[in-house]
């Protein structure tokens, strides 16, 4: 079976990561920072803004059964993409801003297309999500995998009626 992966920042990663995971064709998720500066970084420097780094969610995915474009739209679904570094309107910072990190040109394309596609149609041109080239990924702490899942809590701003 072909695998892609996709990484995706939307504010809080436990309730990203939990909504991810009830997509169907979605095969693993793994919350993590990327987007930042300091190499090895801990939840408590993210938190605190101290390395540049966004809480994210490593989606990996069966292209044969979850298109990389309906994991888009479940992304722009799951938070306020014209919240500058709040889209899921309960956290405030840098560690929580909106954005796609892509992993080649295909997905890169694909995230622009939607971006075009939804700003001018839904968001009136106000659109602050950021489209980024995939960078190293550091998996957060054990603690942090599944923590919806493993204590019923950390569900935040996600609909998760609407998967």
Partial sequence: MKKETAIFAAGCFWGVQYYFEQVPGVLQTEA???GGYKDNPSYEEVYKHKTGHAEAVKV?????????????????RIQDPTAQNAPDGVNVGDSYRSAIYYINEKQKEA????????????????????????????????????FTEKTGRGMCHVPYASV
């Fill in 60 to 76: 990996t995915f069966d292209p044969k059964k979850v298109s990389y474009e309906t994991l888009l739209q479940h992304f722009f």
């Fill in 111 to 146: 995230a622009q297309k939607i971006i075009d596609k939804l700003n001018p149609e839904k968001y009136d041109g106000k659109i602050v999500t950021t489209l980024e080239p995939a960078g190293k990924w550091w998996l957060a702490e054990a603690y942090h995998q599944k």
């Fill in 32 to 34: 993590g920072y990327t």
